[in-house]
């Protein structure tokens, strides 16, 4: 139980208490007594009050929404019990509001005298501007007079705290035969030989002659080739690297955390099995990679600590394997391009240098440019998706 305390103002009136006793004493003037003591009086009176009248108040912080994304509003809504048998004075709430990656301050909510077991509700809002974790509290009650000279101060809340997510962008994931992605794919598809047998349709130039079907041919006036379906594309890993000597800039770091969320994001609603990895152990997947990726990248800083090799978990189907980082000479990169394995197709995101769509690179150094580049390596968006058919010898 905190003791009552005396302002600036309240140690400015014992000091006038204590000069105009001492100059009274020294000049004999007995109205110099009288004024230092009435001001010692107010001080005592002061310090009783606000001891006496301490409200006696539970709170309960409710935020919403608990998860925010950058850029986004939160609300932090303080709800109040009286449990006192009398009526308190008005008083103050004062909660710090504390950013990691942006200046604090401390939110002050006046709140007038509330009656005995009557229940109120206060709040405040708390915008955000940038990812990280906004940690609130711990909530404090004061109550102080009315010539603010004393003030008693209490604790009524703990700590809670806010996730701010990064921003994701919406993006489109490769389709097999789209786009320099989707064609690279249909490659690696083609390498991994055909699928299941779907049907026959009539010869077009450029079929292999091997496709014929000449039974089929023989029964109709044309040539009948056979055609099977191919291994779509069913995985998708994205590795983040928070070197910031690979990323270069604070910058683009933060760049490439909004580009790594996207990607997680964007390919988890395309119905990919999606996997999210990156420095110091953090290998997520399952049904919940997107939302538990966000509050990944809500909290992470940059680090040197290197990425364990990612492996294939030896899954059926193709793995595009997308590494965000600073540029194609990082550790990070050149690991992930040396791979051989044929159901992988490497994808590099870089925030330190420009696009290459024929090496299936894009450029992260600002939001816009690595949308643009994205969507230029997967091609503009079909009307409609079906699985996609390839004739093989």
Partial sequence: MARPTLTRQGVAVIGAAAAAITIGRVFAIIELFVIGAGFLAAVLVAVAYVWIRRPKVDAHRWIHPSTLVAGDTGHVDIQLQHT??????????????????????????????????????????????????????????TVSDVLGVARSTVLIAGTSEIVVAPRTLVIDMPELGRGTLGRALLESSRRLGPGDFHGLREYAAGDELRSIHWRASARTDDLMVKEFTVEGLQRCTVVFDPSLAAHGTNSNFEHGVTAAASLVSSAMRAGLNTRFVTAGGIDLRGPEVAHTTQRVLARIEPSDVPIVAVDNDMADGLLLLIVVTGSRHTASWRATSAISDPTITPVLVATNEASDAHHLSVSAGSDDEFVAGWQSLVGEPRPSQHPTLVAFP
């Fill in 84 to 141: 006192g048998h009398f009526a308190t004075p008005p008083f103050v709430l004062e909660e710090p509001v504390v950013r990691t990656m942006t200046d604090d301050h401390v939110a002050r909510l006046p709140v007038a005298a509330l009656r005995a077991g009557s229940v109120s509700s206060s709040g405040y809002r708390v915008p955000t501007a940038t990812r990280g974790v906004v940690g609130l509290g711990p909530l404090k009650l």
